[in-house]
T-cell receptor, first 110, second 115 residues
Framework: GQNIDQPTEMTATEGAIVQINCTYQ??????LFWYQQHAGEAPTFLSY????GLEEKGRFSSFLSRSKGYSYLLLKELQMKDSASYLC???????????FGPGTRLSVLP | NAGVTQTPKFRVLKTGQSMTLLCAQD?????MYWYRQDPGMGLRLIHY???????AKGEVPDGYNVSRLKKQNFLLGLESAAPSQTSVYFC??????????????FGSGTQLSVL
């Protein structure tokens, strides 16, 4: 089976840096995804990691450590529009079934 | 390119009523999914399909049925709605990926309330 855990809520200040952690336990490993979901909207893809290390995409970066079952999403130069839920997800052995963590609701304050 | 389209966006049912949610995608994706999202519980998989004519159970399938008669459509049915099925429902689709490296594309969601 698969289990994914992440903090429920976080608060940060505009312009700051925030790190959202995700720990996972999976029967196999086929990579780890991060999605962003604004209130009342659908999730949208942010990043994918399958190898250890940091993947950078503009203000957003995602890190993976397979040996520790750990990932984090790093958001730099926070903007008000970054207030959203951030979902950590992992596919199963066959890539057919995605398991999601509970999501971390990030509030960016002025 | 419309992507993934769900209908309806909102629906209110009485306990015991039935309904069908329609999901359509125009990206020629093989895989389609139905998730429900409840506060504090994240997205939970109800049923999924890896191709036309095939369906499989996810984590929380009880009380739901699905059909994938055409590749582009995935229907979710509730035969006898219960208040516990009050939730936001999301449809999603993706390319097949042996290795799991294909992202999901989501529809805009359906808010269902069962009274």
């Amino acid at each position: 089976g698969q289990n994914i855990d992440q903090p429920t809520e976080m608060t940060a200040t505009e312009g700051a840096i925030v790190q959202i952690n995700c720990t996972y336990q999976t029967s196999g490993f086929n990579g780890l995804f991060w999605y962003q979901q604004h209130a009342g909207e659908a999730p949208t893809f942010l990043s994918y990691n399958v190898l250890d290390g940091l993947e950078e995409k503009g203000r957003f970066s995602s890190f993976l450590s397979r040996s520790k079952g750990y990932s984090y999403l790093l958001l730099k130069e926070l903007q008000m529009k970054d207030s959203a839920s951030y979902l950590c997800a992992a596919p199963d052995n066959y890539g057919q079934n995605f398991v999601f963590g509970p999501g971390t609701r990030l509030s960016v304050l002025p | 390119n419309a992507g993934v389209t769900q209908t309806p966006k909102f629906r209110v049912l009485k306990t015991g009523q039935s309904m069908t949610l329609l999901c359509a995608q125009d990206m020629n994706h093989e895989y389609m999914y139905w998730y429900r999202q409840d506060p504090g519980m994240g997205l939970r998989l109800i049923h999924y399909s890896v191709g036309e004519g095939t369906t499989a159970k996810g984590e929380v399938p009880d009380g739901y049925n699905v059909s994938r008669l055409k590749k582009q459509n995935f229907l979710l049915g509730l035969e006898s709605a219960a208040p516990s099925q009050t939730s936001v429902y999301f449809c999603a689709s993706s390319y097949p990926a042996y290795g799991g490296n294909e992202k999901l594309f989501f529809g805009s969601g359906t808010q269902l309330s069962v009274l």
